[in-house]
């Protein structure tokens, strides 16, 4: 097979999930990152990538945003909001920010293929993205570090619908020394 015709399978693997994802989560999601005071993200490995690109893109949004492995993070409050990514639900890591988070009143939201989780049962909303494999075999989560990425730059391209911002005003919260 060549490349061409496996990444036009993997395209066609991803676009065959996206009706499995719940649009009421989605809006859910949304609404607690408008609401939230601050933004903390959290996700490891390749699903923690993938946060980071969205806590970027928030940034650019304007929005007060961290991620939970930076030195500069400030302090959690009740009114925050805790976003986290993890394929499994049980990543160790995670669940110790989660329960930290809700000592704190801190709000958690999950981004999971796992509904039933440990991280599903502390969190106070969930989006679940099912995953059936219809042709590849992709190795060790890549769907879902893939939707993952598709899902989160769908929810920033709402946010700047619902927050009045544009690709020019979110440009100039971009970084000037690179």
Not at 83 to 106: D, F, M, P, R, W
Not at 152 to 166: F, G, K
């Amino acid at each position: 097979m060549s490349i061409k015709e496996i990444l036009n399978n993997i395209l066609t693997e991803v676009s065959e999930q996206i009706d499995a994802i719940n649009e009421i989560q989605l809006n859910e999601f949304k609404n607690a990152i408008i609401k939230a005071k601050h933004l903390f993200l959290a996700g490891t490995g390749r699903s923690g990538l993938m946060i980071s690109a969205f806590a970027n893109r928030l940034m650019h949004l304007g929005l007060n945003v961290s991620l939970i492995s930076e030195i500069s993070k400030p302090r959690a409050n009740k009114g925050d909001l805790l976003i986290l990514g993890s394929n499994s639900g049980e990543t160790k890591s995670l669940i110790a920010y989660a329960q930290q988070a809700k000592k704190l009143g801190v709000k958690v939201i999950l981004l999971t293929t796992n509904s039933t989780s440990t991280l599903a049962k502390l969190a106070d909303n969930i989006v679940v993205i099912p995953i059936k494999v219809v042709k590849l075999n992709q190795p060790m989560g890549s769907i879902f570090e893939q939707l993952s990425l598709l899902t989160y730059d769908s929810l920033i391209y709402s946010l700047m619908e619902s927050l009045q911002q544009t690709p020019d005003v979110m440009k100039m919260r971009h970084a000037n020394i690179e």
